[in-house]
């Protein structure tokens, strides 16, 4: 079976290309403001971020012996 490690969000992954390592410029923190906006009901009112960067996971496979 197939299962899940860990998954990490990152601004920036470079690959090695003689030795396929990844460097990860991991995203630490990510900050949202939000400010009420009173002539929009809340009903209506939507967040939408914009994000651009990578998600790495590290899947691995049980092996029975």
């Not at 899940?4 to 995203?27: F, G, P």
């Not at 914009?50 to 049980?62: A, E």
Request: hydrophobic content about 40%; aromatic content about 8%.
């Amino acid at each position: 079976m197939i299962r899940h490690a860990w998954s990490i969000l990152c601004e920036k992954v470079v690959t090695d290309k003689d030795s396929n390592n990844l460097t990860l410029s991991v995203l630490e923190q990510i900050e949202f403001r939000y400010s009420s906006e009173d002539d929009i009901p809340d009903d209506k009112l939507r967040i939408v971020v914009p994000i651009s960067g990578s998600i790495v996971s590290l899947w691995y496979k049980d092996v029975d012996v």
